[in-house]
């Protein structure tokens, strides 16, 4: 709703109230029709002030109202946003807090724009897949121009009212109280004339070499875009305010939008907005919730082990403000740590403009130095032994109720937890490489993983800037369960016929950051032939014929293994699935050796190449791992499809215009899923990944409900388990 009062005697002050952030819904947009017409025709109005409530201006359009046309009643926001602009009265805009998408729409409709110092402004339509469609694209390239309009449009990026300022977006900056200082600024400007202030009138100021300008920004959208529609129609809208008359740019706006409101991107996108929400709303099969469970803060830290991940958590802890206690055993390693946390420290801090964290680190070369922290992440070698080990003296060196995480990214947190005195007290933090910069953080809990501790650990991940996802504990959690069956696909690809390229790029075009074999080469082919022999898996030589390539009655892939023989671990050895100029490097090239290297093992193995297409590509690894990722819903692993989609974009480089792989699911149709699983089983027996699996067919049997309603045939399922 909208509140109405006159102030100062002849200042109309309308204020938008619609909790959580005063967006755009129905009743907010007649609020303002109504107050606007009654402002303008009350003689003793001479100006105009709109603000919102809380704190908040507004966070633009109610993207709930966006799940179906018929939910889009009430007036539209264009002809209300027109409404303002042409007002014979000046109207000025009053931002605190935020002004995003519609709701800088609105303040750009305003005559004039005041925000307080602490407010954010952006247009951030296009995370959302869609294009500030208000008037957005066409006001604000003629208000700061079209370089910096296509920066903030096409990236969707909040800036501060100080970077407003200096653009020309916002006319002042308050730093205390903004509606006053719009009150203040109302009264001085009324009876002025307002030609001058009605953006749609300006022309869009010039740029040398236009052409040339949009050529370059597209060509760079369409390779950051990976395969999104919404970066490309924001370009386009901006090249129509720059080259078109107002209406017709308004006309280009509304029909690219008209493409990109009704397309499954924007759904998927949508999606997981909330889903992103959803996930902070953890709760555990004990029926422990967020809004039940408390916390205790942490002013102390420890990090056990400065290897890869152990230095990028460490910064990430310190740049929250701890104080953290930096623990490697081995002297070479302490030392590269000390320099190597300190440069990434300084890097940060050059990024964000915020002041250095180094004071808050101590360095030590033993476990005695966390005697009196509040909280430790164990980031030792991914050795079961060597792990219980260091829980052992953990639980006897740190005093009683300090919280001991691991950052395991397999092995079983309940082992690890029964190695110590108060098991309640330790779960998995499975951050994710470069651990200060990735933004997922699965935290893995027990069944006697204590509330208190998830309450803990999930506020400390939002704090670091992550996005928690709490998972219950079985091998590989959420995210590399699911990978294992994608991966074996990609292996057993390769064996038939297929090439690491051929993979990768159906991978990419799907819209992955990388294909399945650039993200082992990044990550070293060492680590899980490590694993694979630690469970006895590997055979020397690979072996030969059909036999070799079953393990444990299951197929087998053994080139994993075959490579890793040979030496070639990925980037770090300079060749793997492709070849780098030297270790170390990242530009992955096709290898010819791997031509010969796969024509010998298949005919060592008796296998004929054949053609695989890319949409086999696509549903063997795509579909294997969804199906993993019923199966993890089945156990109760995840507590909803949301908490796997928001693991896979954050963590996987899944993209995110997809949805994640369940909402993935959900949009080819899940009887589609099914059909193609069963099709490939039969195919494969020896793959029982590809078996569907039961969840699947009882959602399908369920006449397939939309991926917010799963929850409800999940529930069903468990209680017959
Ligand atoms: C605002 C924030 C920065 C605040 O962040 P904060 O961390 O403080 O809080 P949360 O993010 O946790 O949010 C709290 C709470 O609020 C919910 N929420 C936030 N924003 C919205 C919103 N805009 N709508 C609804 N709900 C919102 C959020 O979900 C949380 O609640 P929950 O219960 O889930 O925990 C931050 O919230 C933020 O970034 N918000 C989003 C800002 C944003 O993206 N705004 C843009 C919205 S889209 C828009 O404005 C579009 C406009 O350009 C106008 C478009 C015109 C429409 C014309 C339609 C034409 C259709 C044509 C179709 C033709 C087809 C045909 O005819 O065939
Ligand atoms: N590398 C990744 O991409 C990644 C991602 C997520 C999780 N993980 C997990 O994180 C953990 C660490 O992996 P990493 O890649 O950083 O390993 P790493 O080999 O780079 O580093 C491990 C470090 O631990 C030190 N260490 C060994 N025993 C110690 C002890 N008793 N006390 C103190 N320090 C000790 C080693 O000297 C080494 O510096 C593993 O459990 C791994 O599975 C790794």
């Known amino acids: 709703m909208t509140q109405y009062s006159r102030v100062s005697g002849s200042v109309g002050l309308i204020t938008l109230k619609n909790p959580p952030v005063n967006q755009l819904s129905a009743v907010v947009r007649h609020g303002i029709v109504d107050t606007v017409q009654k402002a303008l025709s009350d003689p003793k109005v001479k100006s105009v002030v709109i603000c919102g409530q809380n704190g908040m201006f507004c966070g633009g359009a109610d993207i709930k109202e966006f799940q179906t046309l018929a939910n889009m009643r009430g007036p539209p926001l264009i002809p209300m946003i027109h409404s303002i602009e042409a007002a014979d009265k000046p109207v000025v805009a009053a931002i605190e807090g935020g002004a995003f998408g519609g709701g800088l729409e609105l303040a750009l409709g305003c005559h004039y724009r005041i925000a307080h110092s602490k407010a954010k402004v952006g247009l951030p339509e296009v995370t959302l897949g869609l294009l500030p469609a208000a008037g957005g694209s066409q006001r604000l390239p003629r208000l700061i121009g079209v370089p910096a309009a296509l920066s903030l449009i096409t990236t969707g990026r909040h800036i501060t009212a100080a970077e407003a300022l200096q653009l020309g977006l916002v006319d002042q900056v308050a730093d205390h109280n903004t509606v006053d200082a719009a009150v203040k600024f109302a009264l001085s400007v009324a009876g002025q004339s307002l030609d001058a202030r009605r953006i749609s009138n300006f022309q869009c100021p010039p740029v040398p070499n236009m052409d040339a300008l949009f050529e370059d920004v597209m060509q760079k959208v369409r390779t950051t875009a990976r395969g999104a529609i919404a970066p490309i129609a924001c370009v386009q809208a901006v090249r129509a305010a720059a080259t078109l008359p107002y209406t017709q740019g308004m006309q280009r706006e509304k029909e690219l939008m008209a493409t990109l409101f009704t397309s499954g991107q924007a759904r998927a996108l949508q999606y997981c907005f909330f889903a992103q929400r959803v996930v902070g709303r953890w709760s555990m099969p004990s029926g422990a919730r967020w809004d039940t469970s408390k916390g205790r803060p942490i002013h102390k830290a420890a990090v056990i082990g400065l290897g890869t991940m152990g230095r990028g958590i460490t910064v990430a802890l310190a740049q929250t403000g701890l104080s953290v206690v930096a623990v490697e055993t081995q002297e070479k390693q302490f030392m590269e740590a000390k320099k190597a946390v300190s440069n990434m420290l300084e890097r940060g801090a050059k990024r964000s403009g915020k002041p250095l964290a180094h004071g808050k680190i101590t360095y030590s070369q033993s476990l005695q130095a966390v005697a009196d922290v509040d909280l430790v992440i164990e980031a030792v070698f991914e050795d079961m032994g060597l792990k219980k080990k260091v829980f052992q003296q953990l639980s006897a060196v ?79 959690f959420v995210g590399n369960r699911m990978l294992k069956p994608y991966r074996d696909q990609a292996y057993f690809l390769l064996e038939e016929g297929a090439t690491p390229q051929l993979i990768d790029q159906a991978l990419e075009e799907f819209g992955f950051a990388m294909g399945a074999f650039k993200v082992s080469d990044l990550s070293g082919l060492d680590v899980g032939w490590k694993v694979r022999k630690e469970e006895g898996l590997v055979q020397p030589g690979g072996g030969s014929g059909k036999s070799a390539r079953i393990r444990n009655g299951v197929r087998y892939s053994p080139l994993g293994d075959l490579m890793c023989e040979q030496g070639r671990f990925g980037q770090k050895t300079g060749r793997g699935w492709y070849q780098y100029d030297k270790p170390g490097s990242r530009d992955a090239r096709p290898d010819p050796w791997m031509h010969s290297f796969l024509e010998e093992y298949r005919a060592r193995h008796g296998l004929v190449a054949r053609r695989i297409s890319n949409q086999e590509v696509l549903e063997r690894c795509l579909y294997a791992m969804i199906n993993e990722g019923f199966r993890v819903l089945e156990d109760g692993i995840a507590a909803g499809p949301e908490d796997i989609d928001i693991i896979y974009v954050f963590g996987y480089g899944w993209p995110r215009h997809r949805g994640g792989p369940m909402f993935y699911a959900n ?10 699983l069963e099709h490939y089983a039969q195919a494969n027996p020896d793959m029982p990944t590809l078996q569907p699996c039961s969840l699947l067919r009882k959602l399908v049997a369920s006449g397939s409900p939309p991926v917010n309603k799963w929850k409800e045939v999940i529930k069903n399922v468990r209680s017959q388990l």
Do not use: W
């Open 667 to 676: 949009m080819v149709g899940l009887e589609i899923v099914l059909e193609r």
């Open 398 to 476: 740190c005093k009683p109720g300090t919280f001991l995480c691991t950052n395991t990214s397999t092995l079983d947190v309940d082992e690890l937890a029964s190695q110590t005195h108060q098991p309640e007290l330790v779960v998995g933090m499975h951050f994710f490489a470069p651990a200060h910069i990735m933004k997922l953080l699965e935290v893995v809990y027990g069944p006697r993983s204590s509330p208190e501790l998830v309450a803990v650990v999930m506020e400390l991940g939002k704090k670091m800037g992550k996005v928690s996802v709490a998972v219950g504990n079985c091998r590989g």
